[in-house]
C-alpha cells in the first residue's frame, strides 16, 4: 500500500509539471495571437503600423546572444552550489562527493560553452551587421 501512495505522489507531481508546461505553452500562444488580431485589426482600419510597433509585436528584437550569456551565466553560478552540495553530503558518504564533483565540473563546462557560443553569435551578428552597412550604406 506504500508504494501505492508514493506512486500517486510521483504521478501527481509529473502532472503538475505536465500542467504548467501545457499552461505556459498555452499563454503563449494566446498572447502571441492577440498581438496579431491587434496588427490585423490595425492594417484593416487603414492605419499604417509604424516599423517600431511592427518589431514589438513581431518580436523581431530578440537576441539569441544575449539569452546565451545569461543562460551560462546561471549555469556557471549551479555549478559551485553542486560542489558545496557534494562536500556536504561528503560529509556523510565520500562517493557522493566525487560523484557530486564530477557533475559540478560537467555544468560547469556546460556553462563554458553557452558563455562561448554567446560570444561566437555575437562576433558573427556584429560582423554581419557590419558587412550589410558596408554594402548597402
Known sequence: MDGGIFGLAAFGFWMFIAAATVGGIWDGVRKRDAEHETLRRMIESGKQPDPELMDKLL???????????????????????????????????????????????????????????????????????????????
Do not use: C
Open 59 to 137: 518580436g523581431n528584437k530578440k537576441d539569441p546572444a544575449r539569452d546565451l550569456k545569461v543562460a551560462g551565466l546561471i549555469v556557471i553560478f549551479v555549478a559551485p552550489g553542486l560542489a558545496l552540495m557534494g562536500w556536504l553530503i561528503g560529509l556523510q558518504n565520500t562517493d557522493a562527493f566525487h560523484a557530486l564533483l564530477g557533475v559540478a565540473g560537467l555544468v560547469a563546462f556546460v556553462g563554458i560553452g553557452l558563455l562561448t557560443a554567446s560570444w561566437y553569435l555575437g562576433r558573427a551578428v556584429d560582423e554581419d551587421s557590419r558587412d550589410s552597412r558596408n554594402t548597402f550604406g
